[in-house]
């Protein structure tokens, strides 16, 4: 049987269960609001995102792979491209940019045109370290290292913080192949 | 077969998937797919996270790609979405049981009809 094609992110898009925006908005909100209270510090909020991010990266990469057809990357630029044409618009419904390359293809940016989890926010004065959208970092390392990928993800540019659009930075840091047992004979 | 018979038997295959891969004279190989014995064939298919489903049926039992295409969506679905479901322990959703019965009774009704 010949393998089915890999299907475009506005197609899965379409094909899923959607649910309202708003819904999403104000629960993403409420949840940063309460990691606030509970934990005060700002670097402690963005940490937690950042965790709770991973947590949904590592198994949302499975839903992905399962929904988009994909077969494996060739390199990191093609990665990046999917995260960014697929992923992005597969999951928030947003288009996405890769740009910025470095030399040797490990490093790139992500620009997002849209970013349904800021819709109505403005950062206070008292929250200024906050990167809001942290958790989005988060994803994409977890569902990254499950691929195989040990990556760093950052935030460049943030609207909330006075920029002019949202572009995280995404550094492949390892390729880290499944060791295997039998090997450890030494 | 209990979980602990299950479990010794799936990491004998996990195993002999991983050697498979470097047993192949191609390079770029990913592993076992079929396994044709007198009794059962078995089919498996390993998605890019390295989890691996396989499936044990009758000899010559044809579109059992297509079923563990479906046992993956599934997967994704009543087990990696179930927040608690803790990641690479043995799977006790029920949702996921009874979907993936109806799953194999549709095939098989299907393979019956023709």
Known sequence: ?186 | MDTNDSLRVASLWHSMHAISQQLSPTTGCSGIELLEADTFDLHCFQSLTGTKFFVVCEPGTQHMEALLKVVYELYTDYVLKNPFYEMEMPIRCELFDINLTQAVQKDRVALLGR
């Open chain 1, 1 to 186: 049987m010949p393998p089915a094609a890999p299907r475009s992110g506005d197609a899965i898009f379409a094909s899923v269960e959607r649910v309202n925006a708003e819904l999403f908005t104000l629960t993403y909100g409420a949840i940063v609001r309460q990691l606030l209270t509970d934990l005060e510090e700002v670097e402690e909020v963005n940490k937690q995102l950042d965790q709770m991010g991973y947590n949904i990266g590592i198994r949302l990469i499975d839903e992905f792979l399962a929904k988009s057809n994909v077969s494996r990357c060739v390199d990191f630029k093609e990665t990046a491209e999917m995260i960014a044409k697929v992923g992005f618009k597969m999951f928030l419904g947003v288009t996405a940019s890769v740009m910025n390359w470095d030399a040797d293809g490990t490093c790139c940016s992500i620009v997002l045109e849209d970013n349904p989890l800021v819709d109505f926010v403005e950062l206070p004065d008292t929250c200024q370290g906050l990167y809001y959208c942290n958790i989005l970092s988060g994803v994409i390392r977890g569902a990254l290292e499950m691929v195989a990928m040990k990556t760093e993800v950052t935030w460049i540019r943030d609207m909330l913080r006075g920029d002019d659009a949202y572009e995280l930075q995404v550094k492949l840091l390892k390729q880290v192949p499944e060791e295997y047992p039998y090997k450890d004979d030494e």
